[in-house]
């Protein structure tokens, strides 16, 4: 009876330990169940908050992006062969009609034929609807003459009336990009060759300025300031390189000149890192360096040349009374 007793207690012991680690284990089971489905449901939770934040950053960004600058890739054809122009309307334009706007030259003074500007054109095309056959669409409007190369010679032609002589890029980015079977979005690759090419030639170069036309509406291109109607600038600034804000600086006082006797005129200076563009635009090679957009798609040339006249002004004042004061 005792010897059964014992064999007994020990199978009833047997039976309560493995009891013991079959709940244990359940237990365990369970439990890491429930923490994975939690930790599941946390990282969803997670991913669909980076997902909201992130579908709300963009939003935001096309909203200010619409606001401030239009970039449109260009209709390929367009770059092979010119539209059509409405050759009357380029004809009959004189830029010897347009005045061009006092400014006292008190402290000005002359570079004596040193070249301390470079202006040229990283998209060397662009041009504008009103010289084009109705119903061109913006996408179309590049020519292979008239294009904003005019309005950078025009602003060459100010720098240099105000003592600033200068050198304006005769170079076609875009016979480049044909010449190396290269795209239309490798075009600042290209100008960087051109400014590096003028940096190793001129030693006296101190400012550079890269002359777009954005593609913004005319409604928001346009400004009539006593009576006459001027194209609007903004200023870009890529924030790609370690030395971004030197140029932020220089451009934002170039602004504060035209805004003190222009209000409204400039639209202000766009900073754009990677994830908006190119986010260098070139900038790094030469401090002082700046896109300018003046004017739209849909400006005149009279429009964009006296604004390019008031652009000239104002980087002179600058100059002379900030940079050889």
Do not use: C
């Not at 239009?70 to 367009?78: D, G, T």
């Not at 061109?136 to 720098?159: C, F, M, Q």
């Not at 004042?317 to 940079?323: F, K, L, Q, R, S």
């Amino acid at each position: 009876m005792k010897r059964l007793n014992i064999n007994t207690l020990k199978v009833l012991l047997f039976i309560a330990v493995t009891l013991f680690v079959v709940v244990l284990t359940v237990i365990f089971f369970l439990n890491g169940k429930e923490e994975l489905l939690n930790k599941k449901e946390s990282n969803s939770g997670e991913l669909r908050n980076k997902v909201d934040l992130s579908s709300k950053l963009l939003n935001n960004k096309s909203d200010t992006e619409s606001e401030v600058s239009i970039e449109l890739v260009p209709n390929e054809n367009s770059l092979k062969m010119d539209a059509e122009l409405i050759l009357e309307k380029v004809n009959s334009f004189n830029e010897q009609d347009i005045k061009r706007p006092e400014i006292t030259k008190k402290n000005f003074h002359s570079t004596f034929g040193r070249k301390v500007v470079f202006i040229y054109f990283s998209h060397t095309r662009e041009s504008f609807l009103p010289y084009f056959k109705k119903g061109t669409a913006p996408e179309s409007a590049y020519h292979s003459k008239v294009n904003i190369s005019l309005v950078g010679n025009r602003l060459g032609d100010s720098l240099r009336s105000n003592g600033i002589w200068n050198e304006v890029s005769q170079i076609d980015i875009v016979n480049m990009l044909h010449d190396r079977n290269l795209t239309f979005g490798r075009s600042y690759q290209m100008s960087r060759e051109v400014i590096v090419n003028e940096m190793r030639e001129n030693r006296d170069l101190e400012m550079a300025f890269d002359i777009h036309r954005d593609s913004l509406p005319r409604e928001q291109s346009t400004i009539e300031i006593d009576g006459e109607s001027l194209a609007k600038f903004s200023f870009v600034i890529g924030s790609g390189h370690e030395n971004y804000k030197g140029n932020l600086d220089f451009t934002n006082d170039i602004h504060e000149v035209i805004e003190r006797k222009y209000p409204g005129l400039s639209r202000g200076v766009i900073i754009k890192d990677k994830s908006q563009g190119n986010g260098v635009y070139n900038q790094d090679v030469l401090p002082n360096s700046v896109i300018v957009e003046i004017g739209g798609v849909e400006n005149s040339l009279e429009e964009l040349y006296r604004s390019a006249d008031i652009l000239g002004n104002a980087i002179s004042e600058y100059y002379w009374g900030n940079v050889h004061d």
